[in-house]
């Protein structure tokens, strides 16, 4: 059974620093598109990051650009999201996402919703002021 198990979640305050990581399980995700999407209460997920599984692209959404880093060891079968300088607007549930249906080519970097087919559970990160 394919599983996406996000943890290093928690509470910050501003300006700090966290750690994402999520461990896939099931099968290899070596050849899969990964991505990072979050969603604060009373709104929708929004895409925050996404590495091709080639591992030389990445893209971020604009809010996260210069201060989060996306990353992926194929051996591990884990995608990591580094967040510093946090501000109290990325609180939010942040879900790890892979995509399995071999539609990208390795420098393809999915952002929308609908682009993954598997999902984990979240994990919340919390940024006090």
């Known amino acids: 059974q394919v599983q996406l198990v996000e943890s290093g979640g928690g509470l910050v305050q501003a300006g700090g620093s966290l750690r994402l990581s999520c461990a896939a399980s099931?099968?290899?995700?070596?050849?899969?598109?990964m991505g990072w999407f979050r969603q604060a209460p009373g709104r929708e997920r929004e895409f925050v990051s996404a590495?091709?599984?080639?591992?030389?692209?990445?893209a971020y959404a604009e809010s996260v650009k210069g201060r989060f880093t996306i990353s992926r060891d194929n051996a591990k079968n884990t995608v990591y999201l580094q967040m510093n300088s946090l501000k109290p607007e990325d609180t939010a549930v942040y879900y790890c996402?892979?995509?399995?249906?071999?539609?990208?080519?390795?420098?393809?970097?999915?952002?929308?919703?609908?682009?993954?087919?598997?999902w984990g559970q979240g994990t919340q990160v919390t940024v006090s002021s």
């Open positions: 590495i091709g599984w080639s591992r030389t692209s990445t």
């Open positions: 099931g099968r290899t995700f070596s050849n899969d598109a």
């Open positions: 996402a892979a995509d399995t249906t071999a539609r990208w080519k390795g420098w393809e970097t999915p952002t929308r919703t609908n682009e993954y087919n598997y």
